[in-house]
């Protein structure tokens, strides 16, 4: 590595470290911090041969604080628990494979901090994450670099795929999925014939926004505005006077349920009494705590993750993990827990593949981008040459009374 890049990255593990010790979001399980540790990551040595067990690092990384945290929380307590359950399997194979949960507050520039601290420590040879869109799109350009192989169960930005990096993978579906299918079941089953289509100028809400725009103007729902809004601001009432008289039936709004819930709890204090939709940027029980329980209803959107509860062996999952580990299920928690087990898949089948040795990060990146026809608890997992999962769908929920009620898979 030349002398200029190594700098650049110690440089940055210094400004993360003294960070994340303020919000606490430089630990994984154990206290394993991701910070450089003594290793060869060569494929050299062999895991088991003198009895003693050689370290492994999986990171989940994701915003584990801040009013994003539901989604890194989630897909961290998925994940955590998914390898709690293959620790000793790999401890057979003479490995300890650890987590380290990084907190990247879904932030870009963090992203980045983040994933060069990652690279930088030779143990770490897989990211399950990054969760929300932005900040896999940074990180990805660093991971790039040095082969580290990721699997997100939630970044959705279909420009993640598209940049033509090999060591990018997702487990859920594209933007260009959720928005268009979002928009067509606005039309055919919510009978929606005008709208308002608004998103907060950020990656994963203006990539939603967009696709769903294009897709109402494409079947012939009257688009009577598109406007993009600050994220964070307390205050949306110039923009919503000006959307109420437009008289839309439905206002679609790409963003997150932190300024979601405001703009609903606006909306309905100025009269509106038409449909709300958005993305899995809704999914939080914050949404109706912000919105509130009465004004949350008709409030629609659309999910990369299925009822988990559908079926009993999903129920008999969510009882045994909440049993396990004293969390609620999330968002996230299917995916976080899907997305280990594809990362965890992968990492045995290039140890394998290395005679038992510690493999390298290249050889555990060919051997996740190989997945084929995984067989996950939530999702089934093929990956195309461009990292998306051929298996991901999109699925549609509404707020019934202060509850997520589940409608359906959207078609």
Not at 74 to 99: N, Q, S
């Amino acid at each position: 590595m030349k002398k200029q890049k190594s700098l650049s990255i110690l440089a940055a593990t210094f400004a993360l470290s003294t960070l994340l010790a303020g919000c606490g979001g430089g630990t994984g399980t154990g206290g394993q911090s991701a910070t450089p540790q003594p290793s060869n990551n060569s494929g050299g040595s062999t895991g088991g041969a003198s009895g003693a067990t050689e370290k492994l690092v999986i990171a989940v990384v994701g915003p584990m604080s801040g009013q994003y945290s539901d989604y890194g929380s989630t897909a961290k307590a998925g994940a955590e628990y998914a390898l709690k359950e293959k620790k000793e399997a790999f401890k057979a194979l003479g490995f300890d494979v650890e987590l380290s949960a990084q907190d990247d507050q879904a932030d870009p520039k963090q992203g980045v901090a983040v994933a060069q601290m990652l690279i930088s420590n030779p143990d770490v040879v897989g990211v399950v994450g990054h969760a929300t869109t932005g900040a896999s799109i940074t990180a990805a350009a660093q991971y790039e670099q040095e082969k580290l192989v990721m699997v997100s169960p939630s970044a959705t930005g279909s420009d993640l795929t598209e940049q033509g990096k090999k060591i990018v993978h997702r487990i859920c579906a594209r933007d260009d999925q959720q928005g268009s299918k979002a928009a067509i079941f606005a039309k055919n089953q919510l009978n929606v014939k005008t709208a308002f289509v608004m998103h907060d100028k950020a990656a994963y809400g203006q990539g939603l926004a967009e696709e769903v725009k294009k897709q109402f103007e494409k079947d012939g729902v009257q688009v009577l505005g598109y406007e993009g809004v600050t994220a964070g601001e307390k205050d949306y009432s110039a923009i919503l006077t000006q959307i109420l008289a437009k008289n839309p039936e439905m206002i679609y709004f790409g963003g997150y349920y932190s300024d979601a819930g405001i703009i609903v709890k606006q909306a309905r204090e100025k009269g509106f009494k038409g449909v709300f939709m958005g993305g899995d940027g809704y999914d939080s029980a914050d949404m109706v705590k912000i919105a509130g329980a009465e004004n949350a209803n008709n409030v629609v959107f659309t999910s990369t993750v299925g009822d988990m509860g559908a079926t009993e062996d999903g129920k008999k999952w969510i009882t045994d993990f909440e049993s396990a580990t004293g969390n609620k299920v999330g968002i996230f928690t299917s995916f976080g827990y899907d997305s280990m087990g594809v990362m965890l898949n992968g990492l045995e089948e290039a140890i394998k593949a290395n005679g038992g040795k510690k493999p390298t990060r290249e050889q555990v990146l060919e051997a996740v981008h190989k997945t084929k026809d995984y067989k996950g608890k939530f999702v089934n997992v093929t990956f195309n040459e461009k990292g998306d999962n051929d298996f991901a769908s999109v699925y549609v929920y509404k707020y019934e009374d202060g509850k997520k009620v589940f409608m359906g898979e959207a078609k």
